[in-house]
Structure formats: structure tokens, C-alpha cells
């Protein structure tokens, strides 16, 4: 049995806090039930398990190869792309039309959760297609879609997204990379973009990369932009190749983790000879961007919560089996040695990575419920909440995945720090993900500067409406009524500092009311989480309280100790948060640069 996921916690987030099975009544999934969601994700723990875990230290080891002609990757990633791309799950979204599967968005996080936790770096290559070929489904002309879609669907060729440059970063409407008028209604793109994950590989027949760059004469700035398809190799009607298409490797860069994914510096159009085909409107691709980036930014939290989660299950497996130390009370030097978990500190350590783990992968699940509700569904306010908690779902689990997996560490001690445990490598692989996709510092900023105050800030209403339902009914509940009123107090303060400093901005003081936005997304993902952790101790009484089974029992017991060491340990930090956020505290933004 692999320490991938806890499946009990993964069924129990699902059917029991979620209610994934209610989204059979949709039509477009109404062909699915219960046993055929149970049935591909049973299908995606397999091939993770087989395919995937096994050579995940392996491709960490032994990364890519370019030999200044072509990049080289072991074998077992070619063979792990195969039984992935066999198993229907890269289009398991589309429609069956599109050969799809019709899947939820839902139990689609769920079958990506076993990948991620297995081996992300080769899950990245999967994970970027899907992207990508959700955009071009969304976006692209019919005869783009014929193309390119079909093969994306079946593995022959892979996605990526190409924004950064050398010299841009977050900061895209100073980019460079040109795009050029043709007779033909193609355009010649040229520039440098770096950064690129999957940009080259030797998986795949094809690369399809959507490449964001400016047409000659556009506006400058971020209005200007437009998005392209530009493939490695240029795809003739029928989906055959044709010539190479002047997409050259320039080099791979060399991470700290996330190794096994090939990381990359293209050159478009060194020879002037890089086609590349608009999607959809001209100075409209950030536009268009934004949708793989939003669902990348889902899919990096997934991928920050599950790393996470294989930490702390190796973490636990070891703790339970490694004998060391005796009780503080006990003063018989030959008494048999207790296992670890049994040491108070240990637990605190395990109590706080499980509370980050098993919140983190919750709150991914909730944005994958609104994804369906708001897209297959209709639902505008699943869609309005969805756009309100996309920095947060990239973000907590991107700055608290790696905390857990430094407790990781902890807990195996010495042992931790070596390569033969799993938990040093969880590590360097999850602190890529503060970094992907946007920055803490550049989700608070869309968070506190633009998303809650859309449509008059009716994302913040949907979200109390949601957290006031939880408490009402968890309040009824015996063990949870204190918790419950403990929150309630740290609610009221966060409201308030919401409020303080919607009033700055309101006043026009923007600098003043952006200046600490990384500790209010901190702060707002802190009460978010919070608020799952009481829906699941919530849920969990009502399901298993009752319930005769050891194993449900102990279920309960650990969601509810979770729910209380999360909420007496980790929420009081809001109470300085606010206080930092009221006060418009000025140490950071008043410190000089010749200061340092």
C-alpha cells in the first residue's frame, strides 16, 4: 500500500462534505454515478502507483538531458506518459463528442490528486496539456481545434504555456516577443521566452505551445497582447507533421526540485521562420491566458496540498514505527523505547501538517465544486466565489504544503535529511510552488486590489452566506459549539479589517491599503481554511458518530482534533495580522532600499 493519499479522507471529502454525487443531476453527467466516479479514480490510483511513484526519485536523480541537438528524459517517463494518455484522462473533462469523458472537475482533481502525490514532475507534463487543450477548446477557431485537439486528447503531442521572459516576469505587458502580419492570416512570432516547462522533451510527436507576444503596432501594455498557437512542429489538416517551425531549445535550466520536468529557454523565430495562429481576438490574450492560468492556479494548490500530503504520510508511517526516547514521567532507563508518535512534540508536528494537508486538499476540492457548478451548471455565483477564492486555493496551500513537508523532515529527525526517505525530496519539489503561476505577494494583490470588490462585492457575501450555513448548523452540535464560537470571533475581525481596508482603497489611498495585501491573503486563507476544517468536523459527526467501526471512530476523533488544534493553534495569528492590517502598518513599505 503506497502513502499516497488517505482514501477514507479523500471519500469523505467527496460524498460526504462535497456531495459529488449530486452533480449526476447535471445532463452533462448524468450518464455517471457513484461507481463510475469510484471506477476512474481507482484507475488513476493505479497507474500512479505502477507508473508513476516508482521512478520519481529515479527522474529526480537523473534529470533531462540536452545535448545541444535534443533533450533526453529516462525511459519510465515516456512509459508513465503512455498509460496515462491510454487511460482517457487527458480529455476526461471534454465531452464525449470530443472523446472525453464527462468526468466533473471534481473527481478529475481527485484522479490528479494520486499523480501529484506519486511524482509531480512527471505529472506536469499531463497537467500543462490538459491546460492548454482546455484553452484551445474554449477559445481556438474550428480548424484549430480539428487539428490539434484530437492529438492532444491521445498523447501524441503535449502543451505549454509561454508568457515569461527574460526581463518580464509577473509584469507581462512589458513583453517583447513580436508577432508579424502574413498573407495567409498566420503571423511570425519572434522573441525569447524562458521558464517553460514541458517546452521540449523527447515524450511526445509535437509540442503546442500557446505563446503570448504582441502584434506589430498594438498598444503597449498589458492591452496589447495576443495569445498564438506556435507548434515545435508545423501540423498539416489531418493532424500529420510537417517542417520544424524555427521553435529552438536555447538550453534547460537546472531547479532546485521539480526535476523530472524539463524547464526551458525558447528562441521563436531565430530564422524568422516561426508560424504562429491567433486564438480568437487581436490584443485579447491575456484574456484568454487567464483561464489556463486560473486552472493552472487550481492545479498548483492541488499539486502544493498533495506533496504535502505524501510528507505527512510518510512522516506518519515512520512515526509509528520508529522506537526512540521513553515517556518525560517514566524514570525506568530500562523500559522498552516508545515509538515517536507517542512524544507530545511529534504529535504538534503531525497535528499541524495534517491540518495543512487535509485543509489544503479540501479547499482544492471546493474549487473544483464551484468549477462544475459555475461552468457545466450555470451557476454565476459558484463562478463570482469561484474567481473570489482562486488566489487563496493557489496560495495557501503553496505557502503551507512546504511548511508541512519542513515538518516532514523534522519528524524523521537526521533521517529526514537523507535522500533515502522520500520526505527531503517532497520538499524541494514543493517550494516551486509559492513561485508558480503568481507569487504570494501577486495573488494578495489581485485578492486585495481587484477580487473582492467585484460586483460590489458579491464574492464576499456568497462566501459569509457559505461559512454562516456551517456554523448554524455546527453550532447545534455539542463538541463543536466552542469552536464554533471561537470563530465567530476571529469572523467578526476579519470582517472589520475587510472593511478598514476596502475604505482606504475606496479613498483612493491605494498604496496605503495594498501595502501589507500579503498578510490579508494570508489572513483570508487562514479563515477560509478554518471554516472547512469545522464543515468537515461538522460533516464527519453527523456521518460516523453513530457508527460502531474502530476506524470510523478514530476517523472523527482526528477530524476533530484537527478542527480544534487548527483553530486554537493556527487562527489566533489573525488577531496580529489584523492588528498589522488596521494600523496600515508602514515598516515595509517606509523601509528605504539603502537602508539594506
Request: aromatic share 8%; glycine share 10%.
Amino acid at each position: 500500500m503506497s502513502n499516497l493519499i488517505n482514501a477514507k479522507d479523500l471519500e469523505f471529502l467527496l460524498y460526504d462534505v462535497f456531495q459529488a454525487q449530486q452533480l449526476t443531476e447535471l445532463p452533462f453527467y448524468q450518464d455517471h454515478d457513484k461507481g463510475t466516479f469510484d471506477g476512474v479514480i481507482a484507475t488513476a490510483e493505479k497507474i500512479a502507483t505502477e507508473y508513476f511513484l516508482p521512478h520519481n526519485a529515479k527522474a529526480d536523480a537523473n534529470e533531462p538531458q540536452f545535448d545541444g541537438d535534443k533533450v533526453t528524459t529516462i525511459d519510465e517517463v515516456k512509459v508513465a506518459w503512455q498509460h496515462y494518455s491510454q487511460s482517457g484522462l487527458l480529455a476526461a473533462r471534454h465531452s464525449y463528442d470530443d472523446g472525453g469523458m464527462q468526468l466533473p472537475a471534481i473527481i478529475n482533481t481527485a484522479c490528479v490528486s494520486y499523480f501529484m502525490s506519486a511524482n509531480p514532475s512527471t505529472s506536469g507534463y499531463p497537467f500543462l496539456t490538459s491546460a492548454a487543450a482546455n484553452l484551445i477548446n474554449a477559445f481556438a477557431a474550428d480548424e484549430h481545434k480539428k487539428k490539434y485537439l484530437p492529438a492532444m486528447f491521445d498523447g501524441r503531442f503535449s502543451g505549454t504555456m509561454a508568457m515569461t521572459e527574460p526581463d518580464v516576469g509577473s509584469s507581462l505587458g512589458d513583453l517583447t516577443t513580436k508577432a508579424t502580419p502574413q498573407d495567409d492570416g498566420s503571423y511570425r512570432i519572434k522573441g525569447q521566452k524562458m521558464y517553460i516547462s514541458g517546452g521540449d522533451q523527447d515524450i511526445t510527436e509535437n509540442i503546442v505551445h500557446l505563446v503570448l507576444a504582441r502584434i506589430e503596432g498594438a498598444p503597449q501594455g498589458a492591452k496589447g497582447i495576443s495569445l498564438f498557437i506556435v507548434p515545435k512542429i508545423l501540423t498539416h489538416d489531418d493532424g500529420s507533421l510537417g517542417a520544424a517551425n524555427d521553435v529552438k531549445l536555447v538550453g534547460l535550466l537546472h531547479k532546485m526540485g521539480y526535476r523530472g520536468t524539463t524547464s526551458t529557454v525558447l528562441q521563436f523565430g531565430d530564422n524568422n521562420q516561426c508560424q504562429g495562429f491567433l486564438i480568437g481576438e487581436a490584443n485579447h490574450g491575456l484574456k484568454y491566458m487567464f483561464k489556463m492560468m486560473n486552472e493552472a492556479r487550481i492545479g498548483v494548490g492541488t499539486g502544493a496540498a498533495m506533496i504535502g500530503y505524501r510528507g505527512y504520510l510518510e512522516s506518519l508511517d515512520y512515526a509509528k514505527n520508529r522506537p526512540q526516547g521513553r515517556s518525560v514521567a517514566s524514570k525506568d532507563s530500562n523500559s522498552k523505547p516508545l515509538n515517536i508518535i507517542e512524544h507530545t512534540d511529534v504529535k504538534r508536528m503531525l497535528l499541524a501538517q495534517k491540518c495543512f494537508v487535509e485543509g489544503s486538499l479540501a479547499l482544492c476540492l471546493l474549487a473544483a465544486r464551484l468549477v462544475d457548478e459555475s461552468e457545466v451548471g450555470g451557476d454565476a455565483d459558484s463562478g463570482l466565489l469561484l474567481d473570489l477564492l482562486t488566489p487563496v486555493v493557489k496560495s495557501f496551500p503553496s505557502y503551507y504544503g512546504p511548511k508541512a513537508n519542513d515538518l516532514a523532515i523534522q519528524v524523521l529527525a537526521g533521517a529526514g535529511y537523507t535522500k533515502d526517505y522520500p520526505v527531503e525530496q517532497c520538499y524541494r519539489d514543493n517550494r516551486l510552488n509559492p513561485i508558480h503561476e503568481g507569487t504570494h505577494g501577486i495573488q494578495s494583490l489581485d485578492l486585495l486590489g481587484r477580487k473582492l470588490w467585484l460586483h460590489n462585492g458579491k464574492g464576499q457575501q456568497l462566501l459569509l452566506q457559505k461559512i454562516q450555513k456551517t456554523l448554524m448548523s455546527a453550532k447545534e452540535k455539542p463538541a463543536l459549539a466552542g469552536l464554533v464560537s471561537e470563530y465567530q470571533g476571529y469572523l467578526d475581525l476579519f470582517i472589520k479589517t475587510t472593511m478598514t481596508l476596502g475604505g482606504a482603497l475606496q479613498k483612493g489611498e491605494v498604496e496605503k491599503g495594498l501595502a501589507n495585501s500579503a498578510v490579508y491573503l494570508d489572513m483570508m486563507g487562514k479563515m477560509v481554511v478554518a471554516w472547512l476544517w469545522i464543515e468537515m468536523a461538522d460533516k464527519a459527526t453527523s456521518v460516523f458518530e453513530n457508527k460502531d467501526s474502530a476506524e470510523d471512530q478514530q476517523f472523527l476523533a482526528g477530524k476533530l482534533q484537527a478542527a480544534q488544534y487548527f483553530i486554537r493553534w493556527e487562527l489566533p495569528k489573525v488577531t496580529h495580522q489584523a492588528n498589522l492590517l488596521q494600523g496600515f502598518d508602514e515598516t515595509c513599505m517606509s523601509m528605504q532600499a539603502d537602508w539594506f
